[in-house]
């Protein structure tokens, strides 16, 4: 069994930039594809990149270049790395490995 941790969510300025965190337990870790995902307030959970076992890196086009993904595989953790924040950036961001969820972080953009 997996178990998916998020940290690093937070309150931010429009422009500012935060790095979240996705922290697995168990094995076979390094494995598997990770995915990150969010969910804003009255809307539909949406896919937001992945990042394969093979470090291959997919993106959601609209987030391209505003977002990085990347994973340390001694530490079991994928990062997101999300610059150029804007208040529409707002939701709860969700971790996704191998039919488990995370139980998410919530992230802000704010003035």
């Known amino acids: 069994q997996v178990q998916l941790v998020e940290s690093g969510g937070g309150l931010v300025q429009p422009g500012g930039s935060l790095r979240l965190s996705c922290t697995a337990s168990?094995?076979?870790?390094?494995?598997?594809?990770v995915d990150w995902y969010r969910q804003a307030p009255g809307k539909q959970r949406e896919w937001v990149a992945t990042i394969t076992s093979g470090f291959t890196t997919l993106y959601d086009d609209s987030l391209k270049g505003r977002v990085t993904i990347s994973r340390d595989n001694a530490k079991n953790t994928v990062y997101l790395q999300m610059n150029s924040l804007m208040p529409e950036d707002t939701a709860v961001y969700y971790c996704y490995s191998s039919m488990y969820w995370g139980q998410g972080t919530q992230v802000t953009v704010s003035s």
């Open positions: 168990g094995t076979g870790f390094s494995m598997n594809a």
